[in-house]
């Protein structure tokens, strides 16, 4: 059949735009500030990086100044956080092309507004940032992203800037990481305001998202928790959480208020939580491994682990409850699992923590989800 010079020149676009392309892939790592982002992208790049694959990080925190604080004074992190650091910097760093410092100096505005104006001017500028991820062909992205929270629930620029990643031409494969700190699961009032702002996130960036609790390692330091872990990971019958809100004083005259906010998080039934210790190799293997299901990744690598669909969909245990599993057995006081009778020390490092509890003193968690931790599933083929 003969065809028309237009058509032919339609399909040829067509072949252009179809054309085979190396798949991008990439983790936007959100959540607010001091949940241990920057700690996270250089301890991932590392075991990235020693997995052999080609990692980059790239700066999108214009208040972000290069430095790991947290691995210098010998903090949480430790000497994982400190080689990471070694073996890092940025690759792309926003703040070549706008920074927080300077701009609060020409428009006098503070620290909230400044950085809003810089993601704003960062999104009227993404040519920028696309030149510099197109210089570095077949790497694997970590975008550590500012810490306030605004950006990720209410203000589109974010959101925006992500989008465009994962459209044509680029197509990049995004997926969320939105990290919160493990020490709200302590107090029933931070862990509700945690799941809401969870699932704003989750709301406002429409993308495939992974929920972590990091320094996870940590969340029992000043005692030990109302729960199992897995109450919190799995976000089980928060009715208990409202019960624990209840008995406060101060939340008294805000029962229905609250009960309203726990409906709405049961409502939308999409938050839960894996994980992360960066210091733990086996930890950041599993999450890694959440976070490739999410974006495609673990689909389409021939990396050692990879899998195909079907095996994934009949996945006999899912990977978020094995995690839990073993950051409870490792990390955490043992409230009666496996027959040790309250008061006991668990297994691992869990046994110098909690040193609050007394002996015999009564467990304070309701008996339908003191744990509900099932058995440890059989460790996957690698």
């Not at 709200?184 to 972590?212: I, K, R, W, Y």
């Not at 015999?360 to 509900?372: E, I, K, L, S, V």
């Amino acid at each position: 059949r003969q065809l028309s010079s237009s058509e032919r020149q339609r399909r040829v676009r067509c072949r252009r735009c179809l054309a085979p392309v190396a798949m991008a892939f990439a983790q936007a790592v959100v959540g607010p500030p001091g949940s241990g982002k920057t700690t996270y992208c250089l301890a991932m790049k590392a075991y990235l990086t020693k997995r052999g694959r080609p990692t980059c990080i790239v700066n999108l925190d214009p208040a972000n100044d290069g430095l790991d604080p947290v691995a210098e004074d010998g903090g949480e992190g430790g000497a994982a956080a400190a080689t990471a650091s070694s073996l890092s910097v940025w690759d792309v760093d926003v703040r070549d092309l706008v920074d927080l410092g300077e701009v609060a100096e020409r428009t006098g505005l503070g620290p909230n507004g400044g950085l809003l104006y810089c993601m704003e001017y960062l999104e009227e500028n993404l040519s920028w940032l696309l030149e510099r991820l197109a210089a570095l062909p077949g790497r694997y992205f970590l975008f550590d992203c500012p810490g306030q929270v605004e950006l990720y629930t209410h203000h589109p620029s974010i959101r925006n800037i992500l989008h465009a990643l994962q459209a044509a031409p680029v197509s990049m494969h995004v997926a969320a990481v939105h990290l919160v700190d493990s020490h709200h699961c302590a107090d029933p009032g931070s862990f509700v305001s945690v799941l809401l702002t969870s699932l704003s996130t989750m709301l406002q960036l429409e993308m495939p998202h992974v929920n972590v609790l990091s320094k996870i390692d940590l969340a029992e330091a000043q005692g030990r928790l109302p729960f199992g872990l897995e109450f919190y990971t799995d976000v089980l019958d928060l009715s208990y959480v409202l019960d624990q809100l209840g008995s406060d004083p101060f939340f008294q005259p805000y029962r229905e208020l609250n009960a309203a906010l726990v409906g709405l998080i049961d409502d939308f039934s999409l938050v839960g939580f894996s994980t992360l210790n960066v210091t733990d190799e086996d930890n950041l293997a599993r999450l890694t491994k959440t976070v490739d299901k999410a974006s495609g990744y673990l689909y389409s690598s021939v990396e050692e682990g990879a899998v195909n669909m079907m095996s994934a969909a009949f996945e006999a245990e899912p990977m978020h409850l094995r995690d839990a599993f073993l950051a409870q057995e490792k990390y955490f006081w043992d409230n009666g699992v496996d027959g040790l009778e309250d008061g006991q020390q668990g297994n691992g490092q869990g046994q110098g923590q909690g040193s609050s509890q007394q002996a015999g003193q009564p467990n304070t968690q309701p008996a339908a989800h003191a744990h509900g931790l099932h058995s440890v599933p059989e460790e996957p083929p690698a």
